[in-house]
């Protein structure tokens, strides 16, 4: 039987780096907001990181984008038949997204499926 994944911790930021060897993040540059100056906007980069933890099986993970101003989806990222095999270690997940596209200011969320049952979201807002 598959155990249910508990979420640790879901974060919003600039940039993460994977130290070699180790596989430490460091998480560069946290944020809640964005600010643009006319609309629509592109954000270049940004760093989504997800932690799990009580996690072991093969899962599908998926990273959605919500448009909550107007409900709705705007992209999805998906990561199919991801194994987890070692119990005892908190899973983590990064998804480096580019070229985001902003249509208006107002409020959004990522929220992280498993095996296509919402486990989270983080809400931000895009300010002008």
Known sequence: MQLKPILKAMLLCDT????????KRTLIGLFDRIKAVQFPTTHASM???V???EIEGV???SLELFDVSEGKTLNKAVIKNF??????????LVFNLLS?????AGEYE????VNDFIFGQKSFHVLQ
């Open 59 to 61: 899962f599908d993970f």
């Open 47 to 49: 760093s989504i990181y």
């Open 110 to 113: 990522f929220r992280i499926y």
């Open 100 to 104: 985001v596209r902003f249509e208006h």
């Open 83 to 92: 194994k987890v095999s070692d119990f005892s270690r908190d899973c983590e």
């Open 16 to 23: 993460t780096i994977v130290e070699e060897g180790t596989r």
């Open 51 to 53: 932690q799990f933890r």
